[in-house]
């Protein structure tokens, strides 16, 4: 940093604080929107809690979908160490994303309660975003775009999102490109439908094991395996959270709560990387 010489003493800048307009940080950030967007609607205060935390979880839904987008885009163009750096930091996003639970994590049943009302219809399986990130992972159903269709743009990105090829359909044709032996029928699956194990791509990933530990295709089953980890964590972290707060209760928005969540928290994310290891 530089400093200005007055009588000897150095004294450090003062910053600039007159501005015609907004600063450029709000103009950047725009901070004055993000906190302006917290509208409670019960008079209890751990409804604030609950409603940022949960716009929080919205924005790193968002990060971490334009991560997994990237390193899909790049897979296809055979750019490894574009997709390796876009997983890497949803690494550091998951982690950031599991701490978001934190404020959550040990609410009462009567605390929970206390603003649950306020919900009313609302349940976190009705999330956009969260939903394209599932997309991404090959948790396809087009069941899941019906809540969308009075939102036109959410609903689109969506339709969008469930036509296109996953983060793991984009591995396999990489793995396929690379000489292993990925089926037909795996490269050439409708991307609409929900993924599907198959033993041949488990035999695929239990060969790239044996080889040599220090290959692209060894650091990137790594690198997919820490994001699987991660999600599998958010997942019984949501699972924990919500049976501490409300027990087995039907969830909001008629789901069937802690039962739905435990279903979901039992699916292995990318799972030939899982069960190919059985095989090495």
């Not at 605390?111 to 349940?123: D, I, P, T, V």
């Not at 690379?178 to 599907?196: F, I, N, Q, T």
């Amino acid at each position: 940093m530089s400093h200005e010489v007055t009588g000897g003493a150095q004294e450090p800048e003062t910053p600039n604080l007159d501005f015609a307009g907004t600063t450029p940080y709000e103009d950047y950030v725009q901070a004055e929107v993000l906190t302006h967007l917290q509208h409670p609607l019960s008079d209890d205060p751990g409804e604030m809690v609950f409603l940022v935390t949960t716009q929080v979880m919205e924005l790193w839904f968002t990060v971490i979908v334009h991560e997994w987008r990237t390193a899909a885009e790049a897979l296809r163009r055979d750019d490894l160490p574009v997709a390796m750096e876009a997983l890497r930091r949803s690494t550091y996003e998951l982690e950031a994303l599991n701490a978001a639970w934190k404020p959550l994590a040990k609410l009462t049943p009567a605390q929970f309660n206390a603003y649950r009302s306020a919900l009313g219809e609302g349940s976190g399986f009705q999330s956009a975003m969260y939903r394209r990130l599932e997309f991404l992972l090959g948790e396809k159903s087009a069941s899941m775009l019906v809540p969308h269709r009075g939102a036109p743009r959410e609903h689109a990105e969506l339709e969008k999102a469930l036509q296109e090829p996953s983060l793991w359909d984009e591995v396999l044709r990489l793995l396929a490109r690379r000489g292993y032996a990925v089926p037909e029928a795996v490269l050439r699956r409708d991307p609409s439908l929900r993924y599907e194990p198959d033993p041949a791509v488990e035999a695929a990933w239990a060969e790239v094991y044996t080889g040599p530990q220090d290959s692209e295709l060894v650091r990137l089953g790594e690198a997919l395996t820490d994001v699987a980890e991660l999600v599998w964590r958010w997942r019984n972290d949501h699972l924990v959270a919500t049976r501490r707060a409300m027990g087995a209760k039907m969830g909001t928005g008629g789901s069937a709560g802690v039962a739905w969540l435990e279903k979901r928290a039992r699916k292995n994310v990318f799972p030939e990387l899982w069960t190919a290891r059985s095989h090495v």
